[in-house]
């Protein structure tokens, strides 16, 4: 009741009535802040070192031709790219484990991940499929392992709990399957594979962009129109249902959604780890707030992703390592610790 009371409702013009916390406004904009410092420095770290007030005015039209060629044509897609990863991996990750009740109930745990994985290198294994048929390949995988999970975990409604037990089984499976796919290969196609398989942000440029942006322009926006509702849900079926919640009907839209933002990140950057998983629980713990946390979350895993790759091209080089394997150790280390905290609580 504490974290209630610091809450405002807000009414707009339009009639809709909005909750504000002045605590989590103060956390999405520090975020948001920082996502800002990490791509300026991001931008500027690589081969050609750029200081941060050249960063600054290339990027308002005002560099030298050999500037503006490596800041806007270069690294910029780069940084956009990775901003949009992390941002719908954070989303999409909030929104998995809000309606699974179950801070283990993301898609790195459901499986998500795999099922992108086996499309993608179905494409490359199979066909040799080009850079766009590998990403289509990645986007088709991660929607049908989406539709799977939810068909098999459908027993008069979805529990939690049996979303990622779900999950979890059909993570097994798939990681099985990737595994067969990578020992057919011949030696090409399974280094294209492994890289591709490792999540990085390498290489990507405005073809990259442009799909995802329009993607969340238009998934965003339903996600946040339904957060009132989730809120709902979070509280049980039965008190969602008192309160007027279209209970199954909501579920299924906002499942889309984080399917969607999750296999269109996963096409676009590989199957970067754990980003999904560790996003809402920073947030959550930041705002202090016990709802879904969709804004901060898309924050969080923003700066998450974005700083991860600035911390492989400062400690590494650019393109030296990829940015999936640094997310990896430090969200792996992070499942550890909040499965022990689970299993003291007696949930697992």
Same mark, same amino acid.
């Given at each position: 009741?504490?974290?209630?009371?610091?809450?405002r409702?807000?009414?707009?013009?339009?009639?809709?009535?909005?909750?504000?916390?002045?605590?989590?406004?103060?956390?999405?904009?520090?975020?948001?802040?920082a996502?800002?410092?990490?791509?300026?420095?991001?931008?500027?770290?690589?081969?050609?070192?750029?200081?941060?007030?050249?960063?600054?005015?290339?990027?308002?039209?005002?560099?030298?031709?050999?500037?503006?060629?490596?800041?806007?044509?270069?690294?910029?897609?780069?940084?956009?790219?990775?901003?949009?990863?992390?941002?719908?991996?954070?989303?999409?990750?909030?929104?998995?484990?809000?309606?699974?009740?179950?801070?283990?109930?993301?898609?790195?745990?459901?499986?998500?991940?795999?099922?992108?994985?086996?499309?993608?290198?179905?494409?490359?294994?199979?066909?040799?499929? !080009?850079?766009?048929?590998?990403?289509?390949?990645?986007?088709v995988?991660?929607?049908?392992?989406?539709?799977?999970?939810?068909?098999?975990?459908?027993?008069?409604?979805?529990?939690?709990?049996?979303?990622?037990?779900?999950?979890?089984?059909?993570?097994?499976?798939?990681?099985?399957?990737?595994?067969?796919?990578?020992?057919?290969?011949?030696?090409?196609?399974?280094?294209?594979?492994?890289?591709?398989?490792?999540? !990085?942000? !390498?290489?990507?440029d405005?073809?990259?962009?442009?799909?995802l942006?329009?993607?969340?322009?238009?998934?965003?926006?339903?996600?946040?129109?339904?957060?009132?509702?989730?809120?709902?849900?979070?509280?049980?079926d039965?008190?969602?249902?008192?309160?007027?919640?279209?209970?199954?009907?909501?579920?299924?839209?906002?499942m889309?959604?984080?399917?969607?933002?999750?296999?269109?990140?996963?096409?676009?950057?590989?199957?970067?780890?754990?980003?999904?998983?560790?996003?809402?629980?920073?947030?959550?713990?930041?705002?202090? !707030?016990?709802?879904?946390?969709?804004?901060?979350?898309?924050?969080?895993?923003?700066?998450?992703?974005?700083?991860?790759d600035w911390?492989?091209?400062?400690?590494?080089?650019?393109?030296q390592?990829?940015?999936?394997?640094?997310?990896?150790?430090?969200?792996?280390?992070?499942?550890?610790?909040?499965?022990?905290?689970?299993?003291?609580?007696?949930?697992?």
């Amino acid at each position: 009741m504490k974290t209630l009371s610091r809450s405002r409702a807000v009414r707009t013009p339009g009639g809709l009535s909005l909750r504000l916390d002045p605590r989590s406004l103060i956390v999405v904009v520090l975020l948001l802040v920082a996502v800002l410092a990490a791509g300026v420095a991001l931008i500027g770290t690589g081969d050609a070192h750029i200081p941060v007030m050249d960063v600054l005015r290339t990027l308002f039209g005002n560099g030298n031709p050999y500037q503006d060629f490596i800041v806007n044509e270069l690294r910029l897609p780069r940084l956009l790219v990775g901003l949009l990863v992390g941002a719908s991996l954070g989303l999409g990750g909030a929104l998995f484990q809000s309606i699974s009740r179950n801070p283990l109930g993301s898609p790195d745990v459901l499986g998500l991940a795999q099922g992108s994985t086996a499309g993608a290198l179905v494409m490359i294994v199979l066909f040799s499929g !080009s850079a766009a048929a590998v990403t289509a390949g990645a986007l088709v995988g991660g929607l049908v392992t989406g539709l799977g999970i939810y068909l098999l975990a459908w027993k008069q409604g979805v529990h939690g709990y049996r979303l990622v037990l779900v999950g979890i089984g059909v993570s097994a499976v798939l990681t099985a399957v990737n595994g067969y796919l990578i020992t057919k290969a011949d030696i090409v196609d399974a280094a294209r594979a492994v890289v591709w398989m490792t999540g !990085s942000l !390498s290489g990507r440029d405005w073809t990259q962009v442009w799909p995802l942006l329009i993607l969340c322009a238009v998934v965003v926006p339903v996600v946040l129109a339904n957060g009132r509702a989730l809120r709902m849900l979070e509280m049980g079926d039965d008190v969602a249902y008192a309160l007027g919640v279209r209970v199954h009907r909501v579920r299924l839209v906002l499942m889309t959604c984080a399917v969607l933002l999750t296999a269109a990140a996963t096409a676009a950057a590989g199957p970067v780890g754990f980003v999904a998983l560790t996003a809402p629980q920073l947030a959550r713990r930041l705002t202090r !707030s016990p709802g879904p946390n969709l804004v901060p979350s898309l924050c969080m895993g923003a700066v998450l992703l974005v700083t991860a790759d600035w911390v492989c091209q400062r400690l590494f080089g650019a393109d030296q390592l990829p940015v999936g394997v640094v997310t990896g150790v430090v969200g792996g280390a992070y499942l550890l610790w909040l499965l022990v905290g689970e299993r003291r609580a007696g949930r697992v």
